[in-house]
C-alpha cells in the first residue's frame, strides 16, 4: 500500500487537477496520462454488437501488455470461430507463493449499441466536458476496464511481486443475451486459466448526491437473475375497412398497460438490508429516514412509498419487468394477425423464473395471450458471502480514500457476467472506488457519462486494493 505522504501527494495533485479546466491535459502526471490514453483507446474502440469488435480492442490490449515486458504465455487471447468479433483476453501475473490461490479481474468490453444521431456528441469518441468523460462505456464498464489493464502494467513497471497471482479476464457478450458469451465460455472450457479464489468485477462503487459529493460507497455482493419473456396476442386478422374489437394490438397493449401498473412485492436480504440502513443514515434527509424505516421494517407502507420515488431503490426491493420491445402487425390495410412485447425481468434472488411468468400471466389477466421465456441468460446467480477479507481492506482504504464516506454492501439490480464464475465456485465481488450520479449517468442510454474525478480517484484507490488483496 502507499504510505499517508504518498496519499497525500496524489490526493493534493488530484484537487489541483479537478480545480482546473475541464480538459488541460497538462495538468496530469505522467501516469494519468499513460492511463487517459488507454482509457481514451478502449472507448474510441467501438465494441458493440452490431458496428464493433471485442476482438479488435483485445488485440490491442495485448499489443499494451507486449509492449510492457509481458511473456506471450502469460497473455491468452480467445475466441470462437462462429465469432470471430467476439473475442476476449486473459493476461496472468504470477504471485510468488504457490500456497495462495489467484484473485482474478474481471471486466466486460463490449458494449450496448449507440447510434449517433440520437446522441449530443459522437458516442465513440472520448470527450471531456465539465468534469465528466462522455462516450459509449465510458461508465459501463470500460473505466473499470482500463484500471484493471493500467494496474497490471504499473505493477510490471515497478518490479511489484505478489504473493497472489493476478488474473485479468477481458470478455465480450456482457449486453446480449443472445451472442457469444467469454465469461461464460471460460468458465466451461478453460475454468483452469480463470481458477480464482475470488474475484474483483462491476457493479459496486458508489453513489453521489448529484453535485459532485460522495455518499456512500458500495461494495456488490449478490445480484438478480436476467430473463427475458414474450407476451404474444394472436387473432386471425382481417380487412382493415371492417374493424372488430377483437384486435391483437389493442390486446397486448391493455395487457402491456395493466403488467406497467404492478409491483411485484418488497422482498430483502440481510445485504440490502444493510445498505438501506448504512446509506438512508448517510443521506440524513426524508429519503434517508424511510430507508433507515424500511430495513427495520419492510411492512412499512409509509416508508415504501417514498423509498419507492427512487427507480434503483424500487428496483432493489423486488423483482421487476418491463417492457422493453414490441412488434405486431404484417400490412398496412390488415388487422393484425400477431402482435407481441418483449418483458425484460430482473428476477430477485430465491425467486424462480417460473414463478415470475406466472406472475405476468396473472397481472395480464387475458388467457387469450400466452407468456413464455425465450432465454436464459446463465445460471441462476448464487448468494456470495460478505467474507471480511474482502471487505476490510476495502473499508480500510476507503477511508484513506474518501475519508467519512461509508461503505455498505449492496445487491447489484443488473445482471453481470459474475454469474458464470459463481457458478463454478467463484465468489465475485464490485469494489468500491469509482462512483456514479443517482440518474444513472446515461448508462444503456444516450449522452453516456462517467464523473472525471471518481474515475482518477478509483483508479488510485483500486490500485493499492488490489495490491492489498494480492500482497
Known amino acids: 500500500m502507499k504510505n499517508a505522504a504518498t496519499i497525500a501527494i496524489g490526493l493534493a495533485t488530484l484537487t489541483s487537477l479537478f480545480a482546473a479546466e475541464p480538459g488541460a491535459a497538462q495538468t496530469l502526471r505522467p501516469d494519468q496520462q499513460a492511463f487517459r490514453a488507454l482509457y481514451k483507446e478502449m472507448v474510441e474502440t467501438d465494441t458493440s454488437i452490431t458496428t464493433g469488435s471485442c476482438t479488435v480492442l483485445a488485440g490491442k490490449v495485448a499489443a499494451r501488455f507486449k509492449a510492457a515486458g509481458f511473456a506471450d504465455a502469460q497473455i491468452t487471447p480467445f475466441s470462437v470461430p462462429d465469432h470471430p468479433k467476439e473475442g476476449g483476453l486473459v493476461v496472468v501475473y504470477p504471485g510468488s507463493a504457490k500456497s495462495v490461490k489467484p484473485m482474478l479481474l474481471l471486466g466486460h468490453i463490449d458494449v450496448v449499441v449507440a447510434k449517433r444521431e440520437d446522441w449530443v456528441r459522437d458516442p465513440y469518441t472520448l470527450i471531456e466536458e465539465n468534469g465528466y468523460f462522455y462516450g459509449r462505456g465510458t461508465a459501463d464498464m470500460k473505466a473499470l476496464d482500463a484500471i484493471w489493464v493500467d494496474s497490471l502494467i504499473r505493477f510490471k513497471q515497478q518490479g511489484y511481486q505478489p504473493k497472489r497471482t493476478i488474473k485479468l479476464a477481458l470478455t465480450c457478450g456482457e449486453e446480449t443475451s443472445w451472442a457469444f458469451n467469454g465469461a461464460s465460455w471460460l468458465a466451461a472450457n478453460k475454468p483452469e486459466l480463470i481458477a480464482a479464489e475470488f474475484a474483483l468485477n462491476e457493479g459496486g462503487g458508489g453513489r453521489s448526491d448529484g453535485h459532485g459529493k460522495l455518499v456512500i460507497s458500495t461494495l456488490h455482493v449478490g445480484e438478480k437473475t436476467a430473463i427475458n419473456y414474450r407476451v404474444e396476442a394472436t387473432n386471425p386478422g382481417g380487412h382493415s375497412s371492417a374493424p372488430v374489437k377483437e384486435n391483437a394490438i389493442y390486446q397486448l397493449s391493455d395487457a402491456m398497460v395493466r403488467l406497467r401498473a404492478y409491483d411485484f412485492p418488497v422482498m430483502m436480504t440481510d445485504t440490502t438490508k444493510a445498505y438501506f440502513r448504512t446509506a438512508g443514515a448517510a443521506r440524513g434527509d426524508a429519503m434517508g429516514r424511510a430507508m ?8 412499512d407502507t409509509a416508508a415504501l412509498a417514498t423509498v419507492d420515488t427512487d427507480k434503483s431503490y424500487h428496483s432493489m426491493l423486488r423483482t421487476t419487468c418491463v417492457a422493453t420491445l414490441l412488434d405486431g402487425g404484417h400490412a398496412n390495410n390488415a388487422l393484425p394477425q400477431r402482435a407481441g412485447a418483449n418483458i425484460n425481468c430482473r428476477i430477485f434472488p430465491g425467486v424462480s423464473p417460473d414463478a415470475v411468468r406466472d406472475q405476468i400471466a396473472a397481472v395480464i389477466a387475458d388467457p387469450a395471450l400466452s407468456v413464455k421465456q425465450t432465454d436464459s441468460r446463465g445460471p441462476v446467480a448464487k448468494p456470495v458471502p460478505l467474507d471480511p477479507k474482502i471487505v ?69 484507490y483500486l490500485f493499492d486494493l488490489i495490491k492489498a488483496y494480492a500482497g
Request: glycine share 14%; proline share 12%.
Open 292 to 299: 433507515i424505516a424500511l430495513a427495520a421494517n419492510p411492512a
Open 392 to 460: 476490510e481492506p476495502a473499508r480500510t482504504l476507503l477511508a484513506k480514500y474518501y475519508p467519512g464516506v461509508p461503505l455498505s454492501p449492496m445487491m447489484s439490480t443488473g445482471a453481470t457476467d459474475g454469474i458464470f464464475f459463481e457458478a463454478i465456485g467463484i465468489p465475485v465481488y464490485g469494489p468500491p472506488g469509482t462512483y456514479g450520479d443517482p440518474d444513472g449517468n446515461g448508462t444503456h442510454g444516450l449522452n453516456e457519462r462517467a464523473i472525471v474525478k471518481a474515475v482518477y480517484s478509483g483508479r488510485d
